[in-house]
């Protein structure tokens, strides 16, 4: 634990009107958006070498609990953990982490047996050179798309793991993310940002906040009536907006005519035996999808789905199916999801980041990348002073908005492919329920695959090789065919399918289990860069 004494000295400073500049960042709850938030804000002031004029101090309640859920990530978070200096090894150990290769996507389509196709994290082979993607649609192959074209559905297929233990830490042979424990996450979080990164933690309730609702914020107050002044304030309190909905009144843009899954329910089960999955499993249901990842003592399963299509029991029932066994009512958490977005989400000194700013149905473990994209803005993008502060504001605002629409979209799109027959997929088929953008790009795509250009932001939140492998998975034709083009597309993709099985021979030779890996892991660790 933080030295609290200093921490309430340096609290107690009053606002500092005369100088504007921003030196004390206030970060209010400490989940995992609060604690990311905390490290790479404070990883990045220190490799600018401001860690000695930036103060950050991190709030949170000892009666609140942390959402405690969101355990698959992006491979994003190896470039955010390695900016916080923290080591693999421990962040593996640790954590109870695992390695996740993309997801697999079963019953998506029909909803029959051999109905299943994965969203891998390797681009496809060539991919920015030449469109693969339009070669494929151009032959008649039978192969599907995402194991023509990466050799990584293959490895997944044969629960191999992306690297082994003599690979450096963050490094692989493939591309990779983590699936780990929440609650275990948040708290090696906390100690690593308070005893390597300087950063003060309080553990106390807000109960007011100081400032009027159309100005800067000026202080934090807690129940016991100490005032946490600051000049920059992060609104990670969860659900409960604090700072962003509860204060600042800003309105929360549904999407529920877009994404119907309203409730999840989740629950901790056992192994069948030593395999863990080296990738999201993701099962269509009736009304909805079950999640299953993997840990190295537990798997983590979820139903997420729509409860004006079937009730809370028939949900648990086919919960239980997939769990095969009977679930006590105590082994199974609930959480409701109200999916949407808040319409702005930084107002004068305040930026909403995690749960605050909104929540999607966690299909492709949209969440903590966002909260990690959201940290580094933050980061890098602090304002000097109070005067500039309105011109990143409109920027962080403008980015965000754009990045919650396409991640909207993306999880439609897994919708509206789909042909199953019950009324709730027949629903998502329904375009006047399909957000503009979508729509335009699906009739653009009747045309040509998902190429770079309909994606025009840098950084996108998922490319368009994800849009590539989630249309192509489910809807082989959806493009037409170009006829001239047939005899060189042919050539092309026999040459890809030659070179991706030479890969997967290739890795196959130096790649083991992802038990045999987390288990070598532990015991030897991996070697530090
Ligand atoms: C069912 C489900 C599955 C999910 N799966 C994924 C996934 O696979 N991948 C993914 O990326 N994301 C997933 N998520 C989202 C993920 O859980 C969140 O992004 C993540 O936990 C971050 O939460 P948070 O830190 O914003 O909020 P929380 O964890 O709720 O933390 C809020 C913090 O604010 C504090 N607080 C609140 N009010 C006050 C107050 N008045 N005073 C002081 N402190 C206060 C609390 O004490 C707590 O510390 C999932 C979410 C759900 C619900």
Redesign the pocket.
């Given at each position: 634990m933080t030295d609290i004494t200093g921490v309430t000295q340096f609290m107690h400073q009053p606002y500092q009107s005369d100088s504007n500049n921003i030196t004390r960042i206030v970060i209010?709850?400490?989940?995992?958006?609060?604690w990311i938030s905390a490290g790479v804000i404070a990883a990045t002031q220190r490799a600018r070498g401001k860690h000695n004029k930036v103060h950050v101090t991190l709030?949170?309640?000892p009666t609140?609990p942390?959402?405690g859920?969101?355990?698959?990530?992006w491979p994003s978070m190896r470039r955010t953990l390695k900016l916080m200096g923290i080591r693999e090894t421990d962040f593996i150990t640790r954590c109870n982490a695992t390695f996740k290769q993309g997801a697999k996507f079963r019953h998506w389509v029909t909803g029959q047996q051999e109905d299943e196709y994965y969203h891998p994290l390797v681009l496809p082979t060539q991919f920015g050179d030449r469109s693969l993607a339009e070669d494929f649609v151009n032959q008649t192959t039978q192969e599907a798309f995402d194991k023509l074209v990466c050799a990584q559905g293959h490895i997944c297929d044969l629960g191999l793991a992306p690297k082994n233990v003599s690979h450096r830490e963050y490094e692989g042979l493939l591309n990779y993310a983590y699936h780990l424990d929440?609650c275990a996450f948040a708290a090696f979080l906390k100690e690593h940002c308070t005893n390597v990164l300087g950063i003060n933690y309080l553990s106390?309730?807000?109960d007011r906040v100081e400032g009027d609702r159309d100005g800067p914020i000026s202080a934090l107050i807690t129940r016991d009536g100490q005032r946490i002044h600051g000049d920059f304030f992060v609104d990670?309190?969860?659900?409960?907006a604090?700072l962003i909905g509860q204060h600042y009144g800003i309105e929360y843009v549904s999407c529920a005519d877009t994404l119907f899954c309203n409730k999840?329910a989740?629950v901790q089960l056992g192994y069948y035996d030593d395999t863990i999955l080296p990738y999201t499993l993701s099962t269509a249901t009736e009304a909805g999808w079950i999640w299953d990842i993997g840990l190295p003592n537990r798997r983590g399963v979820?139903h997420v789905y729509a409860n004006d299509y079937i009730t809370d029991d028939m949900a648990k029932k086919q919960l239980e199916r997939y769990a095969g066994r009977a679930l006590a009512d105590d082994e199974v958490r609930l959480?409701d999801i109200a999916p949407g977005n808040r319409k702005t989400f930084w107002k004068a000194n305040c930026v909403a980041i995690?749960?605050?700013a909104g929540?999607l149905e966690?299909l492709e473990?949209?969440?903590?990348?966002l909260?990690e994209m959201a940290a580094k803005f933050v980061a890098e993008n602090l304002p000097k002073t109070a005067a500039v502060s309105p011109i990143i504001a409109k920027r962080f605002n403008e980015t965000f908005s754009y990045r919650w629409q396409r991640i909207i979209d993306f999880l439609k799109l897994h919708y509206v492919l789909s042909k199953r027959s019950e009324p709730f997929w027949q629903k998502h088929r329904d375009n006047t329920t399909w957000p503009d953008s979508l729509q335009e790009q699906l009739a653009l795509w009747h045309f040509h695959p998902p190429a770079q250009c309909d994606f025009p932001y840098a950084e996108e939140v998922f490319p368009c090789a994800s849009y590539q492998y989630v249309l192509y998975g489910m809807q082989p034709n959806y493009t037409q065919k170009d006829p001239d083009a047939d005899k060189l597309s042919h050539m092309q993709t026999a040459r890809c399918k030659a070179h991706t099985y030479q890969q997967v021979q290739l890795l196959k030779q130096q790649l083991y289990s992802q038990r045999t890996l987390i288990d070598n892991i532990i015991q030897y660790g991996l070697p530090q860069r």
């Open positions: 209010l709850g400490g989940g995992t958006a609060g709030v949170e309640s609140i942390i959402a859920v969101g355990e698959g990530t929440a106390a309730d807000i990670c309190s969860g659900f409960s604090r999840a989740t979820g959480f995690g749960l605050s929540f966690p473990a949209s969440s903590l990348v909260v």
